[in-house]
Structures are given as structure tokens and as C-alpha cells.
């Protein structure tokens, strides 16, 4: 949407999320690119079990 010459205001709107967000995205996309805003995975520590090592 950047790339389309969307606004951070636009971008917010249309993904409904807060403009904060989309100023944070904007900033990375003019930064890095696409690749700045691709996923990191998920975010804390990793978990303490597994599900292969529940009975049941």
C-alpha cells in the first residue's frame, strides 16, 4: 500500500489497526522495503512443554 502511495492514515483505515502501527510500518517499509515489514515470528519466550509430550 506504501508502495501505492497510500498514507499511513489510509493504511490504518483500510487494515484497522492504529495509526501508530501504520506510522511504525511506514518507517520500516521507506527503511528496508518489503523485507523490514515480513514476519518475525512469534514474539516471548519459548514455550515450556511441548504438545507431542502430553498424555492423552
Do not use: H, I, N
Not at 28 to 38: F, T, V, Y
Amino acid at each position: 500500500m506504501f508502495a501505492k502511495g497510500k498514507s499511513a492514515v489510509e493504511v490504518a483505515a483500510r487494515l484497522e489497526v492504529s495509526t501508530k502501527s501504520a506510522y511504525q510500518w511506514r518507517r520500516a517499509w521507506a527503511a528496508g522495503g518489503a523485507q523490514a515489514l515480513a514476519s518475525k515470528g512469534l514474539s516471548g519466550p519459548d514455550p515450556k512443554c511441548r504438545a507431542s509430550s502430553w498424555d492423552g
